[in-house]
């Protein structure tokens, strides 16, 4: 018999079924609450509790420090796939055919190009505007380019269209604004080179010498960008569902997307977490300080790159990164003793007990910033860089969203203001 939950207000009883997930996750469906309540609704600020979707992309048991992307875990897409052979799998449901994976890679290929104008707005920009800012104008600018794109009707195809075109350029506008941004001319894209390597010349090349590509470097942005690439309904992936279900265009739902992932609870925290590394070095290395300072309540001060909201155990990510940050040091023969302080944290507040009552562990995001470093990415461009591995995630949910028909997404409030009132003309208002 389906499993069901009574619900009782005052006197009455109501029935609420129970959704079962394929990991045997479950759900109250108050789909029907203020119907059969007569205006009741639920209360959960940060949706600490609400489902807002069954999905099918990606499984994560926070307490158990499970993450899997369409049924594969994500130790064993981060040791053996690659970034574009994930987004496919992402985004269509299936790991690709060879067939499959060289049209998909092909057709990338094809528009790694953007228009000249963009590269004039970045011209434009104020010399310290921060990167992600202008990364989520110019994905929404975008639309402005491919008018067709707002057509919420348009076909299969030409949806693909805009999904390829998203893959395609986001490598060249990322590399692009830091170019601009060093007052550097851009490089173009070398549409001879994987996706990866490409993008590491745009970004790190001159038009004046060669690039050759690191392998150990390109290795280490691949599996970077593998771990990122998505994490179920997080703060900007319901927005990119959000923005999208109102039907406006996938562009401007991604840019949304970048918006949310900016702030330092989400993806800015990579930045933050060197920044707060190297204060905690010019302050003398005294790293316990800061651990009592992350403690103490009254001082807003938090332990950036640790704690989440889903993970209640090791972020399984962030075990894969600590390991890659060690073997990408000394591949590179580079001994940062930022990664010491890092190390040092995460040794003591694992056996502390603010941080272990409150399962507190580090997160993808805390050895992250120490490889992007080691690599040559400055500081400001590592939550861009969270961004561009987490294009094919957003993509992949707004896909979903779309084919399922969701409705508009709109949550209710319980409304604790004024209840009605006079209006008062100025002069007869109170001082
Ligand atoms: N340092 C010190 N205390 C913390 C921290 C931290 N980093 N994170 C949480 N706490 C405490 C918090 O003060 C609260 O204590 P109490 O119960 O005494 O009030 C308790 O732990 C629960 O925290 P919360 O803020 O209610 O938890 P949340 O689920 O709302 O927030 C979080 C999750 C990730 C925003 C939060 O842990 C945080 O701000 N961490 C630092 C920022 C960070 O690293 N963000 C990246 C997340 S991973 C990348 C991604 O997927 O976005």
Not at 3 to 16: F, T
Not at 194 to 211: A, H, I, R, S
């Amino acid at each position: 018999m389906a499993e069901k939950v009574v619900l009782k207000i005052k006197k009455k009883e109501i029935e609420l079924p129970v959704i079962t997930g394929s990991e045997k996750e479950k759900g109250i469906d108050i789909s029907k609450l203020r119907a059969s309540t007569g205006g009741y609704t639920t209360y959960d600020v940060g949706y600490k509790n609400t489902g807002a979707t069954t999905s099918a992309i990606t499984f994560l048991d926070g307490e158990k420090g499970i993450l899997r992307y369409r049924g594969y875990p994500i130790e064993q897409l981060a040791e053996k796939s690659s970034f574009l052979e994930v987004a496919y799998l992402l985004i269509y449901g299936e790991l690709p055919t060879k067939t499959q994976f060289t049209d998909f890679t092909g057709s990338i290929s094809k528009h790694t190009l953007v228009h000249e104008d963009i590269r004039k707005f970045l011209d434009n920009y104020p010399e310290r505007t921060h990167p992600m800012g202008q990364l989520s104008a110019m994905i929404c600018s975008l639309a402005a380019f491919y008018p067709d794109s707002l057509d919420v009707n348009r076909g299969e195809e030409e949806v693909n269209d805009t999904v390829i075109r998203l893959l395609a350029k986001l490598p060249t506008l990322v590399s692009w604004i830091y170019k601009r941004s060093q007052g550097h001319p851009v490089i173009y894209p070398d549409n001879s080179l994987g996706y990866v390597e490409n993008f590491l010349k745009m970004f790190f090349g001159y038009p004046t010498e060669e690039y050759k590509v690191d392998p150990i470097i390109a290795k280490a942005m691949q599996k970077l960008l593998i771990l990122h690439a998505d994490h179920e309904q997080n703060c900007s992936t319901s927005t990119v569902r959000i923005v999208g279900s109102s039907h406006a265009p996938l562009y401007a739902a991604i840019s949304a997307g970048i918006s949310a992932l900016w702030g330092p609870r989400h993806g800015g925290a990579n930045q933050s977490v060197i920044e707060m590394l190297q204060n905690i070095q010019s302050d003398g290395g005294d790293y316990k300080k800061w651990i009592e300072k992350a403690k103490d309540k009254k001082d807003p001060f938090r332990l950036m790159g640790f704690g989440h909201r889903v993970y209640k155990n090791f972020d399984p990510r962030a075990k894969i990164i600590k390991k890659a940050s060690d073997d990408v040091l000394k591949k590179l023969g580079i001994n940062d003793p930022l990664l010491d302080i890092a190390k040092n944290l995460e040794r003591i507040t694992l056996k502390d007990d603010y941080f272990v009552s409150r399962k507190l562990y580090p997160n993808v995001d805390f050895y992250s910033g120490i490889i992007y470093k080691a690599i040559g990415f400055p500081t400001e461009m590592f939550t861009v860089l969270f961004a561009l591995g987490r294009l094919p995630g957003w993509i992949a949910q707004w896909k979903e969203m779309m084919t399922e028909k969701q409705p508009i997404g709109r949550p209710r409030q319980i409304y604790t203001g004024q209840t009605e009132r006079k209006y008062a003309p100025i002069s007869k208002r109170k001082k």
